[in-house]
């Protein structure tokens, strides 16, 4: 089965979203191999119109290089029993 492909395109609604769960998991397809780490995260309204999520990871991060070389991410963000919504997609 294909699922429809979703991302927020509101940043005062991410920015929402992560002041509630702050922690989330970001995915990265690294140069040896896909990989994840967790860590907490904050919105910042920013130089760009979408702002910024930022996080701290250690440099001994698995995922570090990879993402120091600039690699691009997925944030995951679950909260407490979330789901997506079929309403959130148009047909």
């Known amino acids: 089965m294909h699922y429809a492909q979703y991302k927020h395109q509101d ?3 991410v920015g929402e979203i992560l ?10 397809n690294g140069t040896k191999w896909p990989a994840v780490a967790q860590a ?3 919105y ?12 701290h990871l250690a ?13 691009p ?3 995951h963000v679950q909260g407490l029993g979330t789901s997506i ?5 148009t047909a």
Do not use: C, H
């Not at 919504?85 to 997609?89: I, R, V």
């Open 85 to 89: 919504s079929p309403a959130w997609y």
């Open 19 to 28: 002041k509630t769960f702050p922690f989330a998991a970001i995915l990265v």
């Open 73 to 75: 991410i997925t944030i």
């Open 44 to 55: 910042r309204r920013g130089e760009t119109s979408a702002g910024a999520v930022e996080f």
């Open 40 to 42: 907490p995260m904050t």
């Open 59 to 71: 440099k001994a991060n698995p995922i570090a290089d990879d993402l120091a070389q600039g690699a």
């Open 11 to 13: 940043p005062a609604l």
